[in-house]
């Protein structure tokens, strides 16, 4: 369920969709998953395909991964943490199977050895299997990319204009501005993804949808939750849809 606003959002959302545009995308374009990846479990999923993130980077054995890969490929799996994962956090605590892969698009260490990076997303994978033999966590994984079929272009092309309808009518709620225009209908709706405030498990569930056009249905079913009662059954008549497009 979809929470209050994160006062970050309103900042990071038209930078966040620039950096995706210009980085993620053309990341995922050159680089393909290998095999057995380093992965680096959080609370929260923290990465989408066609978004990016920034991460602070202070644990030791974190520090050594990031280390690792900017030696290598600079991919780094993104994993969220089962609930009740605090007791066991400095161990391996079980994860969700279902991650996204993520590019080191630029980093800074620091003089201490943590790092800032900014992380531009790949694909989704799965975790088969967990390499004991690092600090870190390795896993054997197979890749889960989403391709949109020409069937669904048009779909989702109305499904962010919803997107951008509800937005708008709970810009006050959420303090989150229309995206821009020129943003592509897939960052927009994985940018959403990301930086919408909501608790874990629904984001998680984000992740897990099979493509853009499946995550855009379900972050509107979130979104028409918060409208008021009046105004969602007002919508729900059609009147938000028939709209002029934008140009």
């Known amino acids: 369920m979809v929470r209050g606003a994160r006062s970050a959002v309103i900042l990071a959302m038209s930078a966040v969709l620039a950096l995706?545009?210009?980085?993620?995308?053309?990341?995922?374009?050159?680089?393909?998953l290998p095999p057995v990846i380093p992965i680096f479990?959080?609370?929260d999923a923290s990465l989408f395909p066609?978004?990016?993130?920034?991460f602070h980077i202070f644990e030791p054995r974190y520090r050594a991964m990031i280390a690792d890969a900017l030696k290598g490929n600079k991919v780094i799996g993104m994993v969220t943490l089962r609930p009740g994962y605090e007791a066991g956090y400095?161990?391996?605590p079980p994860i969700f199977p279902i991650g996204c892969a993520g590019i080191i698009l630029n980093y800074e260490e620091l003089p201490d050895g943590r790092f800032n990076i900014l992380l531009g997303g790949l694909s989704k994978f799965r975790v088969d299997s967990e390499d004991d033999s690092r600090l870190y966590r390795l896993a054997r994984i197979t890749a889960m990319p989403?391709?949109?079929?020409?069937?669904e272009i048009e779909p989702l092309q109305k499904q962010r204009q919803r997107l951008e309808d509800l937005l708008g009518a709970l810009r006050q709620r959420l303090g989150i501005a229309v995206p821009p225009s020129g943003a592509d209908d897939e960052g927009v709706v994985d940018v959403l993804a990301q930086y919408l405030p909501m608790e874990a498990p629904s984001r998680q569930r984000l992740l897990e949808e099979p493509g853009s056009l499946a995550r855009a249905g379900a972050i509107i079913r979130l979104l028409e939750q918060l409208l008021p009662?009046?105004?969602?059954?007002?919508?729900?008549?059609?009147r938000a849809a028939a709209r002029p497009r934008r140009a």
Do not use: I, M, W, Y
């Open 50 to 54: 066609n978004a990016s993130n920034q």
């Open 41 to 43: 479990p959080l609370p």
């Open 20 to 32: 995706s545009a210009a980085g993620a995308g053309v990341a995922s374009a050159q680089t393909a």
């Open 229 to 238: 009662a009046k105004q969602a059954s007002f919508d729900r008549r059609g």
């Open 146 to 151: 989403e391709v949109l079929d020409d069937s």
């Open 90 to 92: 400095e161990g391996r």
